[in-house]
């Protein structure tokens, strides 16, 4: 399998399958004298992680990172920074019944056409777990970004199913186990999350992510669009089936009255596009959202067929999400960091010595 990496100044290698001894990632590029430490990861990888809440996946992992290389006395090096984390829960006899059949909506079937080969167990490559090594890395980009542009990336579910916030506040998203902007409907929430739990279906989600205090100018036109490598880093995301820049798809029905975003000396009176135009980021916050499809392993027969090309009625064991855009946000929110830094240490090697050329314009208002 080839392409296991991404980025271009800063790239991150990952590594490793589901039910494997272990995941990891290499990630090179890392301007040297970063503190960092292996405590560090934990809050993130906890944030993403499986069996924190009865409406994920019940797998006990503890996700604890090793630092195997690239750092000294604390600090990166410069050198190649390889992290590891093992697998403890793995419980591969679920995967025993599907070893030579394909679940409908599901890579099986692409990575068995494509490879002759595949590892069944937890969907090996294909897992959802590989998104862990995403979000060590992700730890690195948020606290180079944050040190040394001051910028924040954070994000939030903005739909659950049918289900959308009411009202919105940043302090609760971290204070529920969905990532829910809205306090007063996580009860709401907890109970659609149950009934569907014992309906044994599925369902998908929505995710907002933002970086606020990008400065303006990051990203490179025509092929290394700032846009562009946030949607194929967002889609190289496990499930993610659409992903929308500022307005998004909502542009189709905007006249251009509405969708430009006028400027005044004081700012921008809105951000329609999203912080970014031309491929380059304009100093406004960075807004996306991506589209999450319900998982595909499920309890409830459905058709599909056999290596032989058989039909078969096809039933996932084991321990999965109901909704896995539940867990999806510090994974969003650890891609767009990487996209960047990458994309902000390509603009300090070309365009470092560019001073400003006339006055910045504020953020202004960040409204659709
Ligand atoms: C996953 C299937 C389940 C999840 C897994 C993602 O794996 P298993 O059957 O081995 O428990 O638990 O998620 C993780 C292990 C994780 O760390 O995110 C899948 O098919 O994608």
Not at 161 to 172: D, I, T, Y
Not at 328 to 357: F, K, N, S, W, Y
């Amino acid at each position: 399998m080839s392409h296991n990496r991404f980025g271009k100044v800063l790239s991150v290698t990952t590594f490793g399958e589901s039910h494997g001894p272990a995941i990891g990632c290499v990630i090179d590029g890392v301007p040297p004298g970063l503190p960092i430490s292996a405590e560090e990861f934990e809050p993130d990888l906890t944030r993403r992680a499986t069996g924190r809440s009865r409406h994920t996946s019940q797998r006990r992992e503890a996700d604890v990172v090793e630092i195997l290389s690239g750092v000294y006395q604390g600090r990166t090096t410069g050198t190649a920074l390889a992290l590891l984390i093992r697998n403890v829960d793995a419980r591969s006899k679920d995967y025993a019944n599907i070893e030579a059949q394909f679940r409908p909506g599901h890579a099986d079937y692409t990575y068995w056409q494509k490879y002759g080969i595949r590892d069944p167990n937890g969907g090996g490559r294909s897992s959802a777990r590989e998104t862990t090594m995403r979000v060590a890395a992700g730890v690195i980009a948020k606290k180079w970004l944050a040190t040394h542009h001051s910028i924040t990336v954070r994000g939030h579910l903005d739909q659950l199913g049918p289900l959308k916030p009411r009202q919105f506040e940043w302090s609760s998203v971290e204070d529920n186990p969905f990532f829910w902007p809205d306090a007063s409907m996580v009860g709401e929430l907890e109970t659609y999350m149950d009934d569907l739990r014992k309906s044994g279906d599925s369902i998908g989600a929505g995710v907002t992510v933002v970086a606020e205090g990008v400065p303006t100018g990051w990203g490179e036109p025509i092929y290394g669009k700032l846009d562009a490598e946030i949607a194929a880093a967002m889609m190289s995301i496990n499930a993610v089936k659409g992903v929308e820049i500022g307005a998004g798809f909502a542009s189709i029905t905007q006249h251009g009255t509405e969708h430009r975003d006028e400027m005044t000396p004081e700012g921008f009176l809105g951000n329609q596009a999203g912080g970014i135009l031309g491929g380059i980021s304009t100093g406004q916050t960075v807004r996306v959202r991506v589209a999450i499809k319900p998982t595909s392993s499920l309890r409830l027969p459905g058709r599909g067929i056999d290596a032989n090309g058989a039909a078969v009625d096809i039933v996932t064991k084991g321990r999965h999400d109901p909704c896995v855009g539940i867990r999806a946000t510090p994974i969003a929110e650890a891609m767009l960091a990487l996209v960047l830094m990458d994309q902000a240490l390509r603009h300090r090697a070309q365009c470092g010595d560019v001073g400003a050329v006339s006055p910045r314009i504020p953020a202004g208002i960040d409204l659709f």
